[in-house]
């Protein structure tokens, strides 16, 4: 099998290790990479979102296979676009993703928020608003208690929410958003929203339009600094699997949230096929969703991917064939801690191209994902803010964090920066 991995982050690295564990793959290319995913196939300079521009590369090099790694593509119709033209040139190619329509809800908060409206899905109370809306966005915020949740409606890279505690810095932060001025077209719709006291998770599902399973659950942390403190990121570590999400918290994610979301999307006459990522908040034991994604997260499958043990390429067959019930998930029972490496100054501005030096050897069950990183000659250097994904398997969260904390001090780049505290939230609520 031939597969084409469009991406370049620490979740992409993770998904060309796991793809490559089968036999059955044949050549794996990655569109656009990193220095971590050349171990495993071919980078090659291609637009994840130039979806024309894909198709060509894969009618040319024989791909059955894609697997888009973030939302960008999947938004931009990617899935619609393959599959309708391989359909037309008697090709058989599967995108592992779901349809432009379904990808809504991620590519637009209003869209989620009224698809869990119509399927009674327990989420936060909301309204949308525009630029010649601010007066009536200002009178519904004082229906709200402090602080005040602004998510831009389009994508925003995971960094398209702002909450604050003033009223005044809302309104304000709201007419920023909607004059284009924060996060440009993502934000001209803005979506206000109370706010959810609570400690987040995200649960993992996978379906093949027909059957849908529970892959796994992660908690991931977003802010910069310590105690969660600072601007949003792309995600600074995860630890799966969440040790609150028991057998009871989780029935009532399965009863509450996932069957209707997949049932919905079948009544409404588009089946979901591919990864969903349900971000949630448990509020004293009852779970409301946040916001959907609809692709594997990025840190958390640097920590649940370390953690599955069915072949990756079965499992992505089995959504394209619609055999899912014919798949079973398993996974490690122990703890994944992933710690992100940061380059100075992130999330704002970065200086790239600092050398980077990685240990010779890496210990039982730990991994180095990288994401923001290049070749350059045969020395490895930064690309971007998030740079390595540091994972190790233990026992617990205490020994699985302390192996990881181990091992992210033995890479050395300047100006290297990450948070100390990932994790020691969940091992409060344990003790």
Not at 207 to 225: P, T
Request: charged residues 25%.
């Amino acid at each position: 099998m031939n597969v084409l991995l469009l991406g370049s982050g620490g979740r992409e690295h993770a998904f060309a290790m796991k793809v490559c564990e089968s036999d059955r793959l044949n050549r794996l290319f990655i569109a656009p990479g990193n220095a971590g995913t050349s171990q495993f196939g071919t980078n090659v300079a291609l637009n994840p979102t130039d979806v024309s521009q894909v198709y060509g590369f894969c009618k040319e090099n024989q791909i059955d296979l894609i697997i888009p790694g973030n939302e960008d593509p999947l938004v931009a119709g990617i899935t619609d676009y393959i599959e309708t033209q391989a359909t037309a040139d008697g090709l058989k190619m599967i995108v592992a993703g779901p349809s432009a329509w379904c990808a809504q809800l991620e590519g637009s908060k209003d869209f989620s928020k009224a698809f869990m409206g119509r399927h009674n899905i327990p989420t936060a109370r909301y309204q949308s608003f525009q630029l010649t809306e601010l007066d009536a966005a200002a009178e519904f915020m004082k229906t709200l208690e402090p602080p005040y949740v602004l998510k831009a409606d389009g994508l925003a890279a995971g960094k398209g929410v702002i909450i604050t505690s003033s009223f005044e810095e809302a309104c304000a932060t709201l007419k920023e958003m909607t004059d284009g001025s924060k996060f440009g077209k993502a934000g001209e719709v803005v979506v206000i929203e109370e706010f959810l006291k609570g400690i987040e998770l995200s649960v993992f599902g996978v379906s093949d339009g027909k059957d849908w399973k529970v892959l796994a659950s992660a908690k991931d942390y977003k802010r910069i600094f310590d105690n969660d403190e600072g601007p949003n990121t792309g995600g600074m570590g995860a630890i799966s699997p969440v040790p609150f999400a028991d057998e009871a918290f989780m029935k009532k994610v399965v009863d509450r949230i996932l069957k209707p979301t997949y049932d919905g999307l079948v009544s409404e006459g588009h089946p979901y096929k591919g990864f969903l990522f349900v971000g949630l908040m448990n509020v004293g034991g009852e779970p409301f969703v946040i916001e959907y994604n609809v692709r594997m997260g990025d840190p958390e499958t640097e920590a649940i991917f370390p953690r599955l043990k069915t072949s990756m390429l079965d499992l992505l067959e089995a959504i394209a064939d619609e055999k899912l019930n014919q798949i079973e998930i398993e996974l490690d029972d122990r703890t994944a801690a992933t710690i992100f490496l940061v380059s100075g100054g992130y999330p704002g501005d970065i200086e790239k191209g600092k050398a980077i030096v990685l240990p010779s050897n890496l210990g039982e069950d730990q991994w180095l994902f990288q994401a923001g990183t290049k070749l350059v000659g045969e020395e490895i250097q930064t690309n971007g803010g998030r740079v390595i994904a540091v994972t190790s398997l233990g026992e617990d969260i205490p020994s699985a964090l302390d192996r990881s904390r181990k091992l992210a001090d033995d890479v050395h780049f300047a100006g290297k920066f990450h948070r100390t505290d990932i994790g020691m939230d969940l091992m409060r609520l344990l003790s």
